[in-house]
């Protein structure tokens, strides 16, 4: 292995050691945070000066990263909602 980790008093590669990405630990509504926010970095750290070619692309993430924005909207009001009913009972 490239790289070996130190637990339980003993260096071991991943596998031995039963240590999980963290984007294997998280469930669906992690994995569209963690989309979102890549797609919001490539749209906000994007050239200033962008060339015909590849304005295309640019809007197409620029379209995916709303598509997920109104999905973490949705997700932070039902929590919000969630959290709200619990201080209420």
Do not use: P
Not at 3 to 17: M, N, S
Not at 42 to 49: E, G
């Amino acid at each position: 292995m490239g790289v070996l980790y130190f637990r339980r008093g003993y260096f071991a590669c991943r596998h031995c050691q039963k240590i999980a990405y963290q984007s294997q630990s998280g469930d669906a509504k992690d994995r569209i945070v963690w989309k979102y926010h890549t797609l919001h970095d490539k749209v906000c750290n994007w050239k200033l000066k962008r060339s015909a070619r590849f304005q295309r692309l640019f809007n197409k993430y620029l379209e995916v990263a709303n598509t997920y924005e109104t999905f973490l909207e949705a997700a932070f009001l039902l929590i919000a909602g969630a959290d709200d009913y619990r201080a209420k009972t």
